[in-house]
């Protein structure tokens, strides 16, 4: 067995995920498995949208919330990355990607300038300050939370299938998007005596606390373009270590 993906975001994350991973790495792409680690859960409700000339958006749970919730789809929606701006495009909103992270949406709509009151919707875990530092910068905008992640107990089928991994040639390979989601993989280190992650920051990464990988490597930008590309990367690496192992 060669490399083993893991993904361990809320299941629609992960299998939107898995898609573009096979889309990238092409047929001979590794194994991937999904083992949610965290579900999303509405909370709270909607605010009244009538004075807000925007939405804020720093991911595609807050996107699929708000359009679950019914949200204005005639404001522009000022987002932190492509896929998340692609999810409010599909609602039938004119999205904007900042292409990055926090910082650089921050910027972005600073330098737009776009027209306020913005709103910010996030989850309840969020992280970036985006509101604040908005309105540090002149541009009124208040935040509301539309959901949380909640930790979801890894099954004893992916358990046992990451124990039967252990006995195999081929790391798991785990990307990690968040410090939270890099937390709860941590957890689950145990179960995995040979893996690599792929962090899609150094902020992500500072979420592995204690737990240290046998490999890892951070995207060379915060973008999901970065973590395909990070991913073929060590798929690469993965299989030339496989190529130098003695048959058995």
């Not at 361990?8 to 990238?24: G, N």
């Not at 926090?102 to 776009?114: D, W």
């Not at 959901?147 to 252990?166: C, F, P, T």
């Not at 592995?208 to 995207?219: I, N, S």
Request: one cysteine or more; a negative charge.
């Amino acid at each position: 067995m060669t490399a083993l993906i893991l993904l361990t975001r809320p299941r629609a994350a992960s299998e939107r995920f898995a898609q573009e991973v096979r889309q990238s790495l092409g047929p001979d792409c590794a194994e991937v498995m999904i083992a949610p680690l965290a579900e999303i859960a509405p909370r709270g409700t909607l605010p009244d949208m009538s004075t807000y000339r925007g939405v804020v958006f720093t991911s595609q749970n807050a996107v699929a919330t708000y359009g679950d919730a019914g949200g204005r789809t005639d404001l522009p929606a000022y987002c932190v990355g492509d896929a998340t701006a692609r999810a409010a495009a599909d609602l039938g909103m004119a999205a904007h990607s900042a292409q990055g992270d926090a910082q650089a949406l921050v910027a972005m709509i600073l330098q737009a300038p776009a027209q306020g009151p913005l709103l910010h919707l996030r989850g309840a875990q969020g992280r970036g300050r985006v509101a604040e530092r908005l309105t540090a910068g002149g541009l009124i905008c208040d935040e509301a939370i539309l959901y949380e992640q909640r930790d979801v107990a890894i099954s004893a089928e992916h358990k046992a299938l990451l124990a039967e991994h252990r006995t195999q040639d081929g790391p798991i390979i785990a990307p990690v998007f968040s410090p939270l989601g890099a937390a709860r993989l941590a957890r689950i280190g145990d179960f995995m005596p040979t893996v690599w992650v792929l962090a899609i920051s150094d902020a992500a990464a500072s979420g592995l606390g204690d737990f240290t990988p046998d490999r890892l490597l951070v995207a060379d930008v915060p973008d999901r373009n970065a973590m395909l590309d990070g991913l073929k990367r060590l798929s690469d690496a993965a299989a030339r270590l496989e190529g130098r192992r003695p048959a058995h």
